[in-house]
């Protein structure tokens, strides 16, 4: 299959290598010409495990991956995948201008290709932006109509970060949402449906119905990874809103569950009871599940923040107060500052140097975005400190946005002469830190990430055991 997937940055990079691997025929379109550049002289643009094997693989004379600035070339693929990025405005909405022009991108070759093209959204957008926004975008620039000349779908991306690969390769399920399929379900009026819109398919167009069409499409796209994962992989066929849904009630759902087990730490650290040992138990519940139980310093990334943040405006523009996810979001703001108020409990930092190990928003990735490193950099230069950070691959990332901050390439080296040490991400390399910590003025570590030992010889306070 011929697949053109339009933005290559974290997801569109690991989907185009991933489906090159697997026997696509894959183009790269992306309007940063370094980047493609890039990708093209066999460099992976960004670090996750696994994908630099796999350009390796697929990128050369011979190979099933090129990279491209030039839009047009998608017009010979039977697939657009879009992984345009969905920032956040001010209030916490979403900004879909990025992937609205790049729809109308896709729509102005569109408009040339005589044969039918599936777009599939795999960006993260609400439910009905894609029928109220993108799909006009595409018949506006293609001069075509949905659902005759081509259909779009809704194919949320579940990968994370560090894991990207291995994720989208062995997914816990696909989620295929589709017009027709709206059409079908009793869910209400989808755009398909709606006998007023302007994008019903013309019944006399010579066009098969267009959830097959597309589902069909979707299923093709999809085969090798089901195949290299023995066919394991339940798939979700549904509407596009639903689809659009379940992308943020996935991660709304987990970074509730995240602040919730903070709540509960911070509680058990009142108590003094180890809420790691609860969490374990807790989770051999199966309805509660041991994933995502470690308490600590709370979530960040690309994507919670900004999800969580974009369904709540969602929500209050509907007229729905939602003031559940309004607490997961204050129980996460108020994480790192509890780590500060810790360390205060111990040392005066005014005028003295603070370790801060860790500026990623996880391990293994060099990202930096809602990193919970950043509240905590803020909150040492409230108090007058200095601090010395380190991160085995983010602190470039970090030095853009913190230039005043002492940087330094060892945590051995950010723990010398400091009055403390904030542990901000559970990077492994931390957990062996040992005699690293005599160098300190004073040896209190503050471990947002139940990452270090207690031990002899150092102050230690876990911020929710
Ligand atoms: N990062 C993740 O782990 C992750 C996981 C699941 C879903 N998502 C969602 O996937 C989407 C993409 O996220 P991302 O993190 O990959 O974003 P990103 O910012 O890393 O990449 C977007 C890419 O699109 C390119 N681009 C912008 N406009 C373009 C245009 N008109 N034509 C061609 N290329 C264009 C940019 O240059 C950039 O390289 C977002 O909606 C995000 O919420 C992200
Ligand atoms: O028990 C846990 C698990 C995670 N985290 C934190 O939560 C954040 C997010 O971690 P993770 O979910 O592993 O990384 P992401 O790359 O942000 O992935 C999330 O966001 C992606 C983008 O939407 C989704 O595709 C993924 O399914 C979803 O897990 C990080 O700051 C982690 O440190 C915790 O504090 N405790």
Redesign the pocket.
């Known amino acids: 299959m011929h697949v053109s997937v339009i933005g290559s940055g974290y997801v569109g990079t690991v989907v185009g290598a991933c489906l090159a691997d697997l026997g696509h025929e894959v183009v790269a379109v992306d309007i940063d010409p370094e980047l493609v550049d890039r990708l093209n002289a066999g460099e992976a643009p960004i670090h996750e495990p696994g994908l630099q094997e796999r350009v390796d693989r697929t990128v050369g004379a011979d190979g099933r991956l090129h990279a491209t600035t030039d839009h047009a070339e998608l017009r010979d693929t039977d697939v657009t995948v879009v992984a345009i990025q969905t920032p956040s405005r001010e209030d916490g909405s979403i900004d879909l201008s990025a992937v609205e022009a790049a729809t109308r991108d896709v729509g102005e070759v569109l408009a040339d290709k005589d044969d039918y093209h599936l777009v599939v959204v795999k960006s ?1 957008v609400l439910p009905g932006m894609v029928e109220e926004r993108l799909v006009p975008a595409l018949e506006e620039a293609s001069g075509k109509r949905e659902g005759v000349d081509f259909d779009v779908a809704v194919n949320p ?6 894991s990207a690969v291995a ?1 989208f390769l062995n997914p816990d399920k696909l989620v295929f949402g589709t017009a027709g399929f709206d059409a079908q379900s009793d869910a209400g009026p989808s755009r398909s449906a709606d006998p007023n819109s302007d994008a019903v398919p013309d019944p006399d167009a010579d066009a098969e119905p267009t959830a097959d069409r597309a589902l069909a499409r979707l299923h093709e796209l999809y085969a090798p990874v089901v195949e290299a994962a023995d066919g394991d992989v339940p798939v979700v066929e549904t509407g596009r809103r639903e689809a659009a849904m379940v ?1 943020y009630a ?2 709304v759902f ?1 970074a509730s569950k ?1 602040s919730l ?1 903070n709540e509960l730490g911070n509680v058990c650290k009142e108590y003094g009871v180890d809420s790691y040992e609860v969490a374990d138990a807790i989770g051999l519940d199966e309805r509660i599940g041991s ?6 310093v ?7 923040p900004k ?1 969580t943040d974009a369904l709540r405006a969602g929500a209050r523009e509907k007229g729905y107060e939602p003031e559940l996810l309004d607490a997961v979001v204050g129980v996460n703001d108020r994480q790192p500052l509890r780590l500060l108020e810790l360390l205060d409990r111990h040392v005066d930092v005014e005028d003295e140097r603070v370790a801060v190990l860790g500026l990623a ?2 391990p293994d990735t060099d990202d930096v975005r809602g990193s ?1 490193a950043k509240p905590v950099l803020r909150g040492l230069a409230e108090r007058g400190a200095h601090p010395v950070a380190y991160d085995p691959q983010a602190a470039a990332n970090m030095r853009e946005e913190f230039p005043e901050v002492e940087y330094v390439d060892s945590a051995a080296a950010a723990l010398e002469s400091a009055v403390g040490a904030l542990v901000v991400t ?1 990077w492994p390399e931390f957990a062996a830190l040992d005699e690293e910590f005599e160098s300190m003025a004073t040896p209190v570590v503050v471990d947002g990430r139940r990452i270090i030992e207690n031990r002899e010889g150092i102050v230690y306070e876990g911020l929710t055991w």
């Open positions: 993260t991306e579940f990968q994370a970060q560090g994720d992308k996935n991660n987990l995240i087990i994933e995502f139980l470690r308490s600590g709370g979530w960040g990334g690309s994507c919670f999800d928003f996880k919970r559970d």
